[in-house]
DNA sequence: ATCACAATACTTTTT
DNA sequence: GTATTGTGAT
């Protein structure tokens, strides 16, 4: 191949290793994706593997794509021997379970249930067993249950000790019935439904397995149990199976994911061959420094030289706002200096934080300025009402059986129908051993159905001939005349009123569904259920992105601008009493860090807002690791003793009453240990302290709170 | 009986 | 700031 010599040593000997269990760990930066990518093409032009016999499994939609996009190019005009296979595990198995829905309690026009769908069946599941959402939550059960499909847990073998345990066991139960009723899967199932079809159907597992012989897997750090199952049973006892993982970016522990599985698979394969990949050629050598120091505070890991040629850089800026509207503002500010200066592009910045939360705010600060900018994920599109409400409707004329759609469809816009005249179609079905359409379709007709009151007749029939001449024509038509007859016979715009932007969102839908008006509704409301909006990166406009950190895996930037380093959320507090979350939070700020190409900004507020009410804030405790040679900023040095904080608001006899009267005044000069003198320009009363805004002659303006910050008025 | 609006409780990360 | 529940008007 006569690309290879684009590679280094160590990527080369990956990507020409020999045919076998093969497993790439390498460091951030290091070229894994193309690693992956020139393994494909090796495969298939010098060792002649036919194309459609690779199988390349990633974790999202926007890794797949972009491995599909280099390696075309890769391989030039030369794909006689047929198109590799690439995919997320997700779309991957959901387009094997259709395919082989004939041995599953499905049919193949199974629709895929999302987390909203999930919570309404756990809700429906809890209602019948006579539980309090408010005492048991569903979003916790859903939680757990989510938890045990991961582990290919069943609800028979699910452990029952606790209260809630069993609940939560009988609700999987029930919510593993209700699904197959509604002829859907959950995101679980996708992966747990092979697992099962391949343990029960061992010819149908060769089939597979001799179908694509040879494996490739990104992320590999990122698979959990049933993921990792799938793949051991795919590479039987002789596997071409090349893996890529970085352990220290693992960050999807909550969904599942096990780094441990890059052990297993070395216990596994005791033949693996595995390949390090330790060369930086992304970020500058303060930046890995940076990093490194990070990520080495992890116990029980095994420390990876980072290394570059890319030089010293930059150091690691550090600023605290005051709270977190300033905390944009100072993003928002140095973008424009940055770009103004010729410094950098505005495409060159990524922002990036712990929680879609906290887009808000940096948000406003871009609206403000008037600059644009781009968002991923966060309100997800997918999510809007309004996007929903429409799926609603092509999920209920593609699936009839789809309960959870008929009820969200048959209720808006509003036509009169309401809980008293559900429960009575419900009935009706029920008596009649059919299913609520069937009952619906009748009363369309004009046939008089028991148990239906006269008063429920007229929305239930009216409905009911909107849906069969939908059911009618859905076969005929294309997917976006089909959305727009069930536009207009529902009359959504007029029930949107003059909301432009819903509406927007509407057409935006349909023009989806123009693209797919060859492949039909199955593929259509597969796509929408298995893309996210987060791979929707809208490439053209030259904007900074704004980006959680799960989001910003696999991507890199000029410049990062990480905010909110505050404890609580950087660490976020739902890690506090788990070590193995908390190690997990490391590793996310670790992968920040090392998204950065050249220039790392570290932003923290002293005071933050959430949940409505506005609190003081400790620095987040990864700041502390930063080698303070690597760093330049305000921070330095700043960090109080969290503890004594808490001590004071948790004891009762030490409780500090509020101070009535302001120990400071605006115009008094005072000192402080590290910033030396001083003016203060402000003071406030808050609860139980006071709070001080002083000009320190140093090291300029900073916000202080008295009981903590030593600081001493000066003697005139 | 249904629907709009107000009050209330809750808030991680994503396929 | 948002999802869910409760209440009062139609």
Same mark, same amino acid.
């Given at each position: 191949?006569?690309?290879?010599s684009?590679l280094?040593?160590?990527q080369?000997?990956?990507?020409?290793?020999?045919?076998?269990?093969?497993l790439v760990?390498?460091?951030p930066?290091?070229g894994?994706?193309?690693v992956?990518t020139?393994r494909?093409?090796?495969?298939?032009?010098?060792?002649?593997?036919?194309a459609?016999?690779i199988?390349?499994?990633t974790f999202?939609? &926007?890794?797949?794509?972009?491995?599909?996009?280099?390696?075309?190019?890769?391989?030039?005009?030369?794909?006689?021997?047929?198109v590799?296979?690439?995919?997320?595990f997700?779309?991957?198995?959901a387009r094997i379970?259709?395919?082989?829905?004939?041995? +599953?309690?499905?049919t193949?026009?199974f629709?895929?249930?999302?987390?909203?769908?999930q919570?309404?069946?756990?809700?429906?599941?809890?209602?019948?067993?006579?539980?309090?959402? &408010?005492?048991?939550?569903?979003?916790? !059960?859903?939680?757990?249950?989510?938890?045990?499909k991961n582990?290919?847990?069943?609800?028979q073998?699910?452990?029952?000790?606790?209260?809630f345990?069993?609940i939560t066991?009988r609700?999987?139960?029930?919510?593993?019935?209700?699904?197959?009723a509604?002829n859907?899967?959950d995101?679980?199932?996708?992966?747990?439904?092979?697992?099962?079809l391949?343990s029960?159907h061992e010819?149908? +597992?060769?089939?597979?397995?001799?179908?694509?012989?040879?494996?490739?897997?990104d992320?590999?750090?990122?698979?959990n149990?049933?993921?990792? %199952?799938?793949?051991r049973?795919?590479a039987?006892? &002789?596997?071409?199976?090349?893996?890529v993982?970085?352990?220290?970016q693992?960050?999807?522990?909550?969904r599942g994911a096990?780094?441990?599985?890059?052990?297993?698979?070395?216990?596994d394969f005791p033949?693996?061959?595995t390949?390090l990949?330790?060369?930086?050629?992304?970020?500058?050598q303060t930046i890995?420094?940076a990093a490194?120091?990070?990520i080495?505070?992890?116990?029980?890991r095994?420390?990876?030289q980072?290394f570059t040629?890319r030089?010293t850089?930059?150091p690691?800026?550090?600023?605290?706002?005051?709270?977190?509207?300033?905390?944009g503002?100072?993003?928002v500010?140095?973008?424009s200096?940055?770009?103004l200066?010729?410094?950098?592009?505005?495409?060159?910045f990524?922002?990036?934080?712990r929680?879609?939360?906290?887009s808000?705010a940096i948000?406003e600060?871009f609206?403000?300025?008037?600059?644009?900018?781009r968002?991923?994920?966060?309100?997800?599109?997918?999510g809007?009402k309004? !996007?929903?409400?429409?799926?609603?409707?092509?999920r209920?004329?593609?699936?009839?059986?789809?309960?959870v759609?008929?009820?969200?469809?048959i209720?808006?816009?509003?036509?009169?129908?309401g809980d008293?005249?559900?429960a009575?179609?419900?009935?009706?079905?029920?008596?009649?051993?059919?299913t609520?359409i069937?009952i619906?379709?009748m009363?369309?007709r004009g046939?008089?159905?028991t148990?239906?009151?006269?008063?429920?007749?007229?929305?239930?029939a009216?409905?009911?001939a909107?849906?069969?001449?939908w059911?009618?024509?859905k076969?005929?038509?294309?997917?976006?005349?089909?959305?727009d007859?069930v536009?207009?016979?529902?009359?959504y715009?007029?029930?949107?009123?003059s909301?432009?932007?819903?509406?927007?969102?509407v057409m935006?839908?349909?023009g989806v569904?123009?693209e797919?008006?060859e492949?039909?509704l199955v593929?259509?409301?597969?796509q !929408?259920?298995l893309?996210?909006?987060?791979? %929707?990166?809208?490439?053209?406009?030259?904007?900074?992105?704004?980006?959680?950190?799960?989001?910003?895996k696999?991507l890199?930037?000029?410049?990062?601008?990480?905010v909110g380093l505050d404890?609580g959320e950087?660490?976020h507090?739902?890690?506090?009493?788990?070590?193995?979350a908390?190690?997990?939070?490391r590793r996310l700020?670790?992968?920040?860090l090392?998204?950065?190409?050249?220039r790392?900004?570290l932003?923290?507020a002293?005071?933050?807002?959430?949940?409505?009410?506005?609190s003081?804030?400790?620095?987040?405790?990864?700041?502390?690791d930063?080698?303070?040679d690597?760093?330049?900023?305000?921070?330095?040095?700043?960090?109080?003793p969290?503890?004594?904080?808490?001590?004071?608001?948790?004891?009762?006899?030490?409780r500090?009453p509020?101070?009535?009267?302001?120990?400071?005044?605006?115009?008094?000069?005072?000192?402080?240990p590290?910033?030396?003198?001083g003016?203060?320009l402000?003071?406030?009363?808050?609860?139980?302290?006071?709070?001080?805004?002083?000009?320190?002659?140093?090291?300029?303006v900073k916000?202080?709170?008295?009981?903590?910050?030593?600081?001493?008025?000066?003697?005139p």
């Amino acid at each position: 191949m006569d690309r290879l010599s684009d590679l280094n040593p160590q990527q080369r000997e990956a990507v020409t290793a020999a045919p076998g269990p093969i497993l790439v760990l390498a460091g951030p930066g290091s070229g894994k994706t193309r690693v992956l990518t020139y393994r494909l093409a090796y495969l298939i032009q010098e060792l002649k593997v036919p194309a459609a016999e690779i199988l390349a499994l990633t974790f999202t939609n &926007k890794a797949a794509r972009e491995m599909e996009g280099r390696a075309l190019s890769l391989l030039g005009g030369s794909r006689a021997t047929g198109v590799p296979r690439l995919g997320t595990f997700h779309s991957t198995f959901a387009r094997i379970l259709r395919i082989e829905a004939d041995r +599953l309690p499905v049919t193949r026009d199974f629709v895929i249930f999302d987390d909203v769908d999930q919570l309404e069946l756990v809700r429906q599941s809890l209602k019948e067993l006579n539980q309090d959402p &408010k005492q048991v939550q569903p979003r916790r !059960v859903l939680a757990s249950i989510s938890r045990a499909k991961n582990e290919m847990i069943e609800p028979q073998a699910f452990a029952s000790d606790t209260y809630f345990t069993e609940i939560t066991r009988r609700v999987y139960e029930r919510y593993q019935q209700l699904l197959l009723a509604n002829n859907a899967l959950d995101f679980d199932d996708l992966l747990l439904l092979p697992i099962q079809l391949f343990s029960e159907h061992e010819a149908t +597992l060769h089939t597979y397995r001799r179908r694509y012989p040879h494996l490739l897997v990104d992320e590999f750090q990122d698979t959990n149990t049933a993921q990792y %199952t799938l793949l051991r049973m795919l590479a039987g006892a &002789k596997p071409d199976l090349f893996a890529v993982a970085d352990p220290d970016q693992s960050i999807y522990r909550w969904r599942g994911a096990d780094y441990r599985n890059v052990k297993r698979l070395r216990d596994d394969f005791p033949d693996l061959n595995t390949l390090l990949l330790e060369q930086n050629y992304r970020s500058t050598q303060t930046i890995l420094d940076a990093a490194m120091a990070v990520i080495d505070r992890q116990p029980d890991r095994q420390h990876k030289q980072l290394f570059t040629e890319r030089g010293t850089g930059d150091p690691i800026l550090i600023h605290e706002a005051y709270d977190q509207d300033e905390e944009g503002q100072f993003v928002v500010e140095k973008i424009s200096m940055l770009t103004l200066t010729g410094e950098a592009e505005p495409g060159d910045f990524a922002v990036m934080y712990r929680t879609n939360a906290q887009s808000r705010a940096i948000e406003e600060a871009f609206l403000r300025a008037g600059l644009p900018y781009r968002l991923v994920g966060a309100q997800r599109f997918y999510g809007r009402k309004e !996007v929903k409400d429409l799926i609603a409707y092509l999920r209920l004329i593609h699936n009839p059986v789809d309960q959870v759609s008929l009820e969200r469809a048959i209720r808006t816009p509003p036509r009169g129908i309401g809980d008293k005249t559900l429960a009575a179609l419900w009935a009706a079905a029920d008596q009649a051993e059919a299913t609520p359409i069937d009952i619906l379709l009748m009363l369309g007709r004009g046939v008089e159905v028991t148990g239906i009151s006269a008063r429920a007749r007229t929305p239930l029939a009216q409905f009911g001939a909107l849906l069969s001449g939908w059911l009618e024509i859905k076969d005929r038509v294309l997917l976006d005349s089909l959305i727009d007859r069930v536009l207009e016979d529902v009359e959504y715009r007029g029930y949107l009123g003059s909301d432009e932007d819903r509406w927007a969102n509407v057409m935006e839908l349909r023009g989806v569904a123009q693209e797919f008006s060859e492949l039909g509704l199955v593929e259509f409301l597969q796509q !929408v259920a298995l893309v996210s909006d987060q791979d %929707t990166l809208t490439e053209n406009l030259n904007a900074p992105t704004l980006l959680t950190l799960h989001a910003a895996k696999g991507l890199e930037f000029p410049i990062v601008f990480i905010v909110g380093l505050d404890e609580g959320e950087l660490p976020h507090y739902r890690s506090q009493d788990d070590p193995e979350a908390m190690a997990e939070e490391r590793r996310l700020f670790y992968v920040g860090l090392t998204r950065a190409q050249d220039r790392v900004i570290l932003l923290r507020a002293f005071r933050r807002r959430s949940r409505g009410v506005s609190s003081l804030t400790d620095p987040s405790r990864f700041l502390d690791d930063l080698p303070a040679d690597l760093i330049e900023g305000d921070l330095i040095g700043m960090r109080t003793p969290a503890q004594a904080g808490y001590d004071r608001e948790t004891s009762w006899q030490g409780r500090v009453p509020a101070p009535t009267e302001a120990r400071f005044q605006a115009g008094m000069r005072v000192i402080h240990p590290q910033f030396g003198e001083g003016i203060v320009l402000e003071t406030q009363l808050e609860y139980d302290d006071e709070e001080v805004t002083v000009n320190f002659e140093e090291v300029g303006v900073k916000h202080l709170v008295a009981s903590m910050a030593s600081l001493e008025i000066e003697d005139p």
